[in-house]
């Protein structure tokens, strides 16, 4: 197996949209430069998901314009249907992700949709990406559980994950959005999706919610992922448990892989840097360890 | 393997000593019977090292005379010397704990003496200890790194164990002082133990300084360990950089092994609200994210 992981940095989006402040624009683009600098490959920047839904990230257009995009780096924006699609392609995406999840009511209270309609507004969106050769994402969310139903069945992991596999997505990226998983069953839910989904199209999502994230990763290494989502400072939330932590920090998981001998492209120092660097933008405590060490 | 995992709970003494807070003695000795009524079985209550040295657990005997001790509960207390051994067998304790380190030059500034000496001041202890009918645990420090030498030679980790564990130690706990291993170095540093000393003889013990310790544990319990340290939500600090984490959560070790389908015969939810009630007390935020999730 390589022993390249790729970190697919978060922050910009699934991190600021669940941060209870809002930061200036300015910020946003100083942060994706920053992150730009850093050896990152893959930098999620916004999303152009409705205002309505997404007020912290009102300002995708703004924030695309406003960015330095650095050759050899993706920089996908999240997009819930065919108009933002749109929007997404207006501002300049070269990659954009969409979403949906294992868990039926999860997806409905989420998207006000079911799992099936939600992979069928994707289609238009994965016809229109392929037509202006712009990449797809696709996450499944609540893999190891949801706040509604709890328990998620593999069976419906592998079914989501393969469908937008099927469709068109070239990563397919797997979210324990709550936070609540633990290795092995990170490691089975995995394999479960390996079966039927090319592991090198896969990535892990993992959230911090009950202190798990950097055990299952770890877990999932083995299992043979190299694609891993987080979050420089550890930021975001949990919708679903108040003053829990949010994504897991870019960090903390850069130094367990560099412990690892593995090669992730980044420069350390500089990540950590820039984590706390947002901490002070966000005023909150830095969600990184790694962070608080290197500074210490 | 075994799926039952005994946790060694070090908060009243690895974490408290390291609080800048002082904390009152009655507040310890609740502490210490919230935490019996836990289903914990080894609660290492406190220090019996000089009060020059680690002045927050100066109240050492008052603690002991003030707890309830159940039985099926063992009380482990740090002993430096014969002279510490003294007091503690005085205010009755059961089991003593003796330390040193595996970097020599962290053992002199700690304890201001070599390895073989610090070796040569614990025979005494045990020889006592073993008239006495007083089980004696030893700790090896900085088994993944030292703050002065850096890197720290397996061979060294595995000579001090197994000096420790020939002396009469019924359990070593192998301990990372500051937090910096990784899955990989931890498995292979307790693997090399193992082949010295019974897998049955250690235990691991997993400062969070650098995010690692959960994954680091999980690691060892692959490896086959099943006896780990930790410390309530997580207390404790780092003297080495300012700022940063200190144990290894209880909260979220039992979660984990839980998650695992390991037995630890520990009431998470009456844990966590001790763990939370002792961030109240301590002012501080609390170091489980576990103990935060389930109060969400």
């Known amino acids: 197996m390589s022993d390249f992981v790729r970190i697919v940095e978060v922050g910009p989006r699934d991190g600021l949209q669940n941060e ?13 430069d920053r992150l730009s600098a850093t050896g990152l490959r893959s930098i999620e920047a916004t999303s152009f998901v409705s205002p ?3 007020p912290q990230l009102a300002d995708a257009a703004e924030v695309m314009a406003g ?13 819930p249907n065919e108009q933002g699609y749109a929007r997404a392609a207006a501002a300049g995406a070269d990659e ?3 979403f949906t ?7 409905r209270t989420n998207t006000n949709a079911g799992i099936d309609e939600s992979l069928q507004r994707f289609a238009p969106v994965l016809e229109r990406a392929k037509a202006d050769g712009v990449k797809v994402r696709g996450y499944v969310s609540t893999v190891l559980g949801c706040p509604y139903q709890g328990e998620v069945p ?12 099927e469709s068109g997505c070239y990563e397919i990226s797997l979210g324990d959005t709550i936070g609540v998983g ?4 990170a490691r089975a839910m995995l394999r479960a999706v390996a079966a039927e989904v090319p592991m090198a199209a896969l990535a892990v999502h993992f959230h911090d919610t009950w202190g798990q994230a950097l055990a299952n990763i770890a877990a999932c290494l083995e299992e043979g992922v190299r694609v891993v989502d987080s979050a420089v400072g550890g930021t975001g939330g949990c919708p679903y448990a108040r003053g829990a932590s949010g994504n897991v920090a870019s960090e903390d998981v850069v130094y367990m892989l560099h412990g690892m001998g593995m090669d992730t492209g980044i420069d350390l120092p500089a990540l950590a840097e820039t ?10 405590d830095n969600g990184s360890k790694v962070g608080k060490a290197m500074a210490g």
């Open 101 to 107: 999840a294992a868990s039926e009511q999860f997806n």
């Open 52 to 54: 309505k839904w997404v």
């Open 182 to 185: 633990t290795p092995l069953k």
């Open 96 to 98: 954009v992700a969409v």
């Open 67 to 79: 960015i330095t995009r650095r050759p050899g780096i993706a920089y996908p924006v999240l997009v």
């Open 20 to 32: 209870k402040q809002q930061v200036a624009t300015a910020d946003k683009i100083t942060l994706i």
């Open 154 to 165: 593999l069976a419906d992991v592998v079914r989501v994950a393969r469908a937008l596999h």
């Open 275 to 284: 984590g706390r660097w947002l901490a002070a933008v966000l005023g909150r």
